[in-house]
């Protein structure tokens, strides 16, 4: 008997887009259960490109499949935070570093183009479009710092560092914004020590409270959220 084909990547890659999307501006919140069949139908597509987008979501930390059970929206634990916060700390003062030395007129551009992104954002009160473009912003700094193995190594990290962005986009928006400018112009002048350590206070001074605002979260148990309910018979 021939193998099945591989789902459409296009099928796929179209389920994964509106899924993150959803995840990333909260419509799909932490703990929300996604059942196959529904959520197969709301996109359009069938069941086998559905569970390939899911597997990929599952791979960036954005949902929690749980075998013979299903999925759900993944939530956030306090040592979950922590442990992105410690890599952040190491990884994206070195991207900043690297970024002032190397760093193109396009890459500058991007960088200027987020930071007014972000301030017609906070003029006009909207905090989801700060927070991405805030996140915009660190992205863009990864981009001009020219190392390859260091872009493979956070591109992992970068739909978690999104999320977070967007589940704490009431956290000091106007503050962050302020540091970026400060942070772009050390990486414009070629002060890479000096992009490097404003970078590490950045990140650090974001974990309490980031914290703060996740003692507020919800906790959930994969396993009790994706347990297929028992039906009411009529």
Known sequence: ???APSPSPSLRDRA???LKSRIMDLHLPPGHRITERETAAE???SRVPLREALRMLEAEGLIVLVPRQGAMVAGWSREDIVHLFEVREELEPLAARLAAAKRSEDDL???RRCLDEAARALDAG????TAAANAGFHRAVLGACGNPLLQE???PLDARVQWLFHLTRHRDTREQREEHVRLLGLIERGDGEGAAALYR???AAGLEPTLAIAETWERFDPVDVTRTRTRTRR
């Open 1 to 3: 008997m021939p193998p």
């Open 16 to 18: 994964y887009a509106e």
């Open 43 to 45: 996109l359009g597509v």
């Open 109 to 111: 551009r991007l960088m």
């Open 126 to 129: 909207d905090d989801s479009a």
């Open 153 to 155: 190594m956070m591109a």
């Open 201 to 203: 206070e950045h990140v």
